[in-house]
């Protein structure tokens, strides 16, 4: 990422809309797309902060920003937290990202300039730092979280319209969507201290809701397949595994022993029907994180290296594109 290339959004990033080279190196993505979002820390009277804009720092090395974005979260009166990080999320595709405007009103822009601004009472009136946002793989349905003393539903939008799709229950903490975006997956606390299970419909629809076994509980995050009821979560450690889990059968369906790159486990994500895609990061001290991504054959359990990144080393938090 030796090219610095600062753009304004609107026009600046259909500009960026360029065939893929070899650099890119992205199977996944089909052209040149977001590998993950930064904002940059500053040291102000002794404490580090957020300042700056959102930069968005592409496939091809060339970087681009979110002028409109806010990078410091709001409270729920307006005025700023000062110190607290305003939520970002980038789809798995790399071609959309959700953010809130500086006008604080809900937002999905694409990577062709365009921008979708949601209705002023999409979202209830809370701090922005308890929102958290999630984008399917393909940016086509957001979800968003709120992480308040008192529950609040899970809202599910559709991210072209804007429309309002369903809602899932507050409390719960949302693992993601499945591979198609047709379904989300959440954990949440079950009878007798266990976690359960709970799969929905973008709808809200509860579909399967399970126990699973604790090698599955205990090492998280999971993540959904397409078929909205297939879980893929690895064991970390000197053994690494692949673990298979069936909500409708509650059954572990697979292991597949793994041979991983070093780093810890940030994301898991289903990126095809035998296929699970895995980042995984590095905190050397002193130097800019790193990260690996790696694809998983499901069936076989060989590994492959999809790409491998530094982060800006001035980078305050990071949201990836997933996927």
């Given at each position: 990422m030796k090219l610095r290339i600062t753009v304004a959004i609107a026009a600046g990033l259909a500009a960026l809309m360029t065939a893929p080279t070899a650099a890119q190196a992205a199977p996944h993505h089909e052209h040149d797309g977001i590998r993950y979002a930064s904002v940059k820390g500053c040291t102000v009277k002794g404490e580090q902060r957020p300042c700056g804009k959102w930069r968005l720092m592409m496939h091809s090395g060339e970087k681009g920003s979110l002028p409109d974005a806010e990078t410091i979260a709001r409270e729920a009166n307006g005025k700023s937290s000062v110190t607290q990080v305003a939520p970002i999320a980038v789809s798995g595709d790399g071609q959309r990202?959700?953010?809130?405007?500086?006008?604080?009103?809900?937002?999905?822009?694409?990577?062709?300039g365009g921008v979708k601004v949601f209705a002023k009472d999409a979202l209830p009136r809370v701090a922005q730092y308890n929102v958290t946002f999630n984008l399917s793989d393909d940016g086509g349905r957001l979800a968003a979280v709120f992480g308040t003393a008192k529950a609040v539903k899970t809202r599910i939008f559709d991210t072209a319209t804007g429309a309002l799709l369903g809602t899932t229950p507050g409390g719960q903490t949302m693992l993601g969507f499945s591979a198609d975006g047709g379904e989300l997956l959440t954990d949440t606390a079950g009878d007798e201290g266990v976690t359960d299970l709970i799969a929905y419909s973008e709808s809200g629809e509860q579909l399967f809701r399970t126990t699973p076994p604790q090698i599955v509980?205990?090492?998280?995050?999971?993540?959904?397949?397409?078929?909205?009821?297939?879980?893929?979560?690895?064991?970390?450690?000197?053994?690494?595994?692949?673990?298979?889990?069936?909500?409708?059968?509650?059954?572990?369906?697979?292991?597949?022993?793994?041979?991983?790159?070093?780093?810890?486990?940030?994301?898991?994500?289903?990126?095809?029907e035998q296929q699970v895609t895995l980042h995984l990061v590095q905190y050397p001290e002193g130097k800019a994180n790193k990260m690996t991504i790696v694809q998983i054959d499901t069936g076989t359990g060989a590994v492959k290296v999809r790409d491998h990144y530094s982060l800006l080393k001035d980078s305050y938090v990071f949201a990836a594109c997933g996927g």
């Open positions: 990202v959700a953010y809130f405007t500086k006008a604080g009103r809900l937002a999905v822009r694409t990577m062709s509980s205990s090492n998280t995050p999971q993540a959904l397949s397409g078929d909205g009821r297939t879980t893929a979560n690895v064991v970390m450690g000197a053994k690494p595994q692949l673990i298979l889990y069936d909500l409708q059968t509650d059954q572990v369906t697979a292991r597949r022993k793994l041979k991983l790159p070093t780093g810890d486990l940030l994301m898991v994500d289903w990126t095809g």
